[in-house]
């Protein structure tokens, strides 16, 4: 697994919010706000994987490309490589563009139907370099080989691909201008599970080789506890728990991780049969009205008092151990740090496979 | 399971074919099961392998043309539900055989309010009144956990969420008491919380109401859970059948055993390296004359080239369709090739 002593941090995200205005009438008056992203703080190390995870609407999408500045974020501030992404001007951020890359879910629907395999790889190049003729095409071919297409299907459109295929033209012109850090958004959901194996294997060895840092945003908690080396749990906007990945999955700490957790089916009919599974009631409430306090207090099944008056905050209960839950507010005290940056000198956080 | 009970739906070499302009797609290749009365049959398989396709074309859901059912039985209590005309296949539908879709949204017609559309198989197909109609589709929400019922019947399915939504699908499929109940991936648009509490009321409606449920997924761990059978079906075949517990724990097709390593857990060990079935599922331009995983497949010699192998008995009520012989470690002969 991967340690983060000596390693410095590649991302550093602090405070951001990402809230969508709410218009009503005629002169569209703002009548509120839909906080998709609500006061997330996280630190991507170098080399690093961090698997977000969190159910459908609750912000992890919205908060991966407002990293990229894909949106322009209300409040924060993101800082990629020692550069602010969030207050540079246009013609900066463009300059920054090539360091970090996006891989979409659909692959399908984020690569152009009338472009050809090499038209896509290259456009980056296009854009952002000053190559020749031959040696794009000589980096088309490398990325391809890179990626496992076969060189042949250069100038096939991306129809003639099946899905996992499709994804790694995808994954290709994400690599093209060597960035160091790749936001993978789904990378796998549109895929078949013998396929998503493959992809997940390519993004690995890709890592291993190039160095590269990930945000890797999946609902798929079984595939994130293969890739990632720290989780990130998202309910409705902010993250209520980030951890080490064995330390979660061994011992989930917020009671929605453990529900999470529960829910997830196992392939095994004999442990399914014995399995407790933590039923939640209800459904998520909408962004745009959060409830006072904290946010889970309407489905939580250990909610308490307090909770339905105090929000709680992302404290590190444990070294390396984040969680915002009032559940843990005696044990917190002493510790309590904004912004989610592991000590160095923890013990939960293990080294090598 | 009740044993040796009279099979509710009997499916016997069914052949569905599509046209398209590329030539003819084989999606349903000679597929046979039986489905007992409250029986949970869970199909697996990777998307293109059939499985939709062979359940919608049980009860005629299929557009024609394209597609054509060009050969086989489906026996429903009796009667062939290929030989039927159309207004006796809508008479099955609903009272006999109900259907969940995939995705509730598109499903779902967005211009009736779902009190509208729960009434509508209760008026079509039980001869209801409407003041009737509307008490029985009070009781159907009642029933699939939507709090507040009679508010919400006067609501849009917009007015849903992801989770309410299905319910509603499954609460339309009940609507008529069916003998038969299919549900074709109604998890997986869903999250996990939501679909462990639909999962929970799948489970409990079944105890409840005793119909036979077919439970299409790709998810191994949703079948784990809820099914008394599975049925692997791959390039338009069924390849492996059998009791839920004896697949997962000796699984017989290369197939089955290859999908079974690449799903990851959140449980138990960690694998360090995820094991792939390496190559692409194939695309059926021909009626296969070859075991269709042949190309993905380790354990493949000369006679999964030249033939299509038959579902060899391997266990009570377990078979697969592999030349290669697990517990033997050696080909099958041909004097096994008995076809189940």
């Known amino acids: ?353 | 399971m009740p044993d040796g009970a009279q099979p509710v739906l009997e499916v016997e070499g069914l052949k569905t074919i599509f046209r398209t302009r590329g030539g003819e797609v084989h999606a349903v290749n000679s597929v046979s099961f039986d489905l007992k009365p409250g029986e949970l049959l869970g199909v697996v398989g990777e998307s293109g392998s059939g499985k939709s396709v062979t359940m919608m074309s049980l009860i005629g859901l299929l557009p024609s043309p394209p597609a054509e059912v060009r050969e086989g039985k489906v026996l429903f209590n009796g009667l062939d539900l290929l030989k039927c005309t159309p207004e006796e296949l809508r008479a099955v539908r609903g009272p006999g055989v109900g259907f969940i879709f995939q995705d509730p949204m598109t499903s779902l017609n967005p211009v009736f309010t779902v009190g509208y559309q729960l009434r509508e198989p209760l008026m079509k197909h039980m001869g209801m009144d409407k003041k009737a109609a509307q008490v029985r589709a009070k009781e159907l929400l009642e029933l699939v956990g939507i709090p507040d019922a009679e508010r919400r019947l006067k609501d849009y399915p917009h007015q849903f969420s992801g989770g309410m939504r299905q319910r509603v699908m499954i609460a339309i499929a009940l609507a008529c008491d069916p003998k038969v109940l299919i549900a074709d991936e109604p998890t997986t648009a869903l999250d996990v919380t939501i679909q462990a509490q639909i999962l929970e009321l799948v489970k409990e409606l079944r105890v409840k109401l005793g119909m036979a449920i077919v439970w299409i997924t790709h998810d191994l761990g949703v079948i784990a859970g809820i099914a008394d059978r599975i049925m692997v079906m791959y390039g338009g075949q069924i390849v492996e059948q059998g009791p839920v517990a004896e697949v997962f724990d000796k699984p017989r097709h290369p197939y089955t055993r290859a999908l079974l390593k690449t799903v990851p857990s959140v449980r138990g060990e960690r694998a360090p390296k995820l094991s792939v079935i390496e190559g692409q599922p194939p695309i059926l331009r021909a009626a296969p004359s070859a075991c269709p995983f042949r190309a993905r497949c380790a354990q493949a010699f000369a006679r999964c080239e030249a033939e299509n192998p038959a579902r060899f008995p391997v266990g009570p009520g377990h078979d697969a369709a592999c030349f290669w012989d697990y517990d033997a470690g050696a080909p099958r002969t041909t004097a096994e090739a008995a076809h189940v």
């Not at chain 1, 020692?82 to 659909?106: E, H, I």
């Not at chain 1, 489905?299 to 909770?307: E, G, L, S, Y």
Request: charged share 25%; with cysteine; proline share 7%.
């Open chain 1, 1 to 353: 697994m991967f340690d983060t002593a000596g390693v410095k941090p590649l991302i550093e995200v602090k405070g951001l919010k990402m809230y969508f205005p709410i218009t009503a009438g005629v002169f569209r008056s703002h009548v509120g706000d839909v906080k998709a992203v609500d006061d997330v703080s996280f630190t991507i190390f170098e080399g690093e994987t961090l698997g977000l995870v969190g159910e459908s609407g609750c912000g992890k999408s919205t908060c991966g490309r407002a990293i990229l500045r894909l949106y322009e974020p209300t409040a924060g501030s993101v800082v990629i490589d020692g550069q602010d992404v969030l207050g540079a001007d246009q013609g900066l951020l463009r300059r920054m563009r090539p360091k970090m890359q996006m891989v979409f879910q659909d692959p399908q629907a984020s690569l152009n139907p009338r472009m050809t395999v090499a038209a896509i790889i290259g456009e980056p190049l296009d854009e952002h370099t000053t190559l020749s003729k031959a040696e794009k095409l000589a980096r088309i071919y490398e990325l391809m080989d890179q990626v496992g297409l076969n060189r042949d299907f250069a100038n096939r459109y991306p129809h003639e691909f099946s899905g996992g295929q499709r994804q790694r033209i995808g994954i290709a012109r994400a690599l093209a201008l060597n960035p160091k850090f790749i936001v993978c958004d789904e990378p796998i959901a549109a895929l078949d599970v013998s396929i998503q194996a493959q992809v997940v294997n390519l993004l690995e060895e890709l890592q291993d080789r190039l160095g590269l840092t990930y945000l890797f945003i999946s609902h798929d908690l079984s595939m994130v506890r293969h890739i990632a080396d720290r989780v990130a749990v998202m309910y409705l906007g902010q993250i209520i728990e980030l951890s080490p990945r064995d330390a979660i999955y061994a011992e989930p700490l917020h009671p929605y991780t453990q529900a999470l957790l529960s829910a997830v089916p196992e392939p095994d009919p004999e442990a399914e049969k014995t399995r407790r599974r933590i039923i939640l009631t209800g459904d998520v409430p909408s962004p745009a009205n959060p409830p006072k306090g904290c946010n889970f207090c309407t489905r939580c099944p250990k909610v308490m008092d307090i909770c339905r008056v105090e929000e709680p905050r992302l404290t590190e209960i444990r070294p390396g151990r984040f969680v915002s839950c009032h559940l843990y507010d005696e044990t917190a005290g002493a510790t309590a740090a904004p912004g989610a940056t592991p000590s160095n000198n923890n013990t939960a956080i293990q080294q090598g496979e």
